[in-house]
């Protein structure tokens, strides 16, 4: 199986200030047809997760343009430009390139 | 808008089987290019593919669990099921359905999930 490694864990950041995370695949994530199939997704308590980011770098409907990913064969980040209070929660990268579906261990965003 | 929702018992006994159905709403399981997945989050832990159904029927299991899980689907009621066969205590968790779109589709990654049923193994 593909070893998704998120780093840091956690992330306390100050209202209005950047976060952060970066992704890491244990191979490419390139799929044959082209795609790189990387996701990032957000769980907050007590709500389903929440489609972020799909093929790296496209925000999903509804997601603010303050969520921004990027990256590229192993390598990948997911930046909020400001965060705000309703920011808080577990951020996952995923990859849907191999399967089975593998996810990164999560980095908890919280306010400082 | 599509909806799922889980439902099934929260508490099964050590090497029972473990029975859940996603319900669909907004769209349907037979529409081309979707497939239907369950993932699970034991407590403090993270997240574990379980397997997908297709639009076709066809099934994916992840190895890991694939001797004992079971995917199904019901057109016809527009949902679709996981069995998980001799649970044990490390089987507990919150269980996920949700649709995701293949790499025909641009959004290619599992859009909508259900809002989670945790299900407890204990005698």
């Known amino acids: 199986d593909v070893v998704m490694t998120q780093t840091p864990l956690s992330s306390p950041v100050t209202l209005g200030q950047p976060a952060s995370i970066s992704c890491r695949s244990s191979q490419s994530l390139v799929h044959s047809d082209g795609n790189t199939y990387l996701t990032w997704l957000q769980l907050r308590p007590g709500q389903p997760p929440r489609l972020l980011i799909y093929k790296i770098s496209n925000r999903f409907s509804g997601v603010p343009d303050r969520f921004s990913g990027s990256g590229a064969g192993t390598d990948f980040t997911l930046k909020i430009s400001r965060v705000e209070a309703e920011d808080v929660g577990v951020y996952y990268c995923v990859q849907l390139t191999h399967f089975p579906w593998t996810f990164g261990q999560g980095t908890k965003v919280e306010i400082k | 808008q599509v909806q799922l929702q889980e439902s099934g018992p929260g508490l099964v006994k050590p090497t029972q089987t473990l029975s859940l159905t996603c319900i669909v709403s907004?769209?349907?399981?037979?529409?081309?290019?979707?497939?239907w997945n369950w993932i699970r989050q034991p407590p403090g832990e993270g997240l574990e593919y379980i397997g997908y159904i297709s639009h076709s029927g066809s099934t994916y299991y992840n190895p890991s669990l694939k001797s004992r899980v079971t995917i199904s689907s019901d057109a016809s009621k527009n949902q679709f099921s996981l069995s998980l066969r001799s649970v044990t205590a490390a089987d507990t968790a919150l269980y996920y359905c949700?649709?995701?779109?293949?790499?025909?589709?641009?959004?290619?990654?599992?859009?909508?999930w259900g809002q989670g049923t945790l299900v407890t193994v204990s005698s």
């Open positions: 949700a649709r995701a779109g293949n790499g025909a589709l641009i959004i290619a990654a599992p859009d909508y």
């Open positions: 907004g769209g349907s399981i037979s529409t081309n290019n979707y497939y």
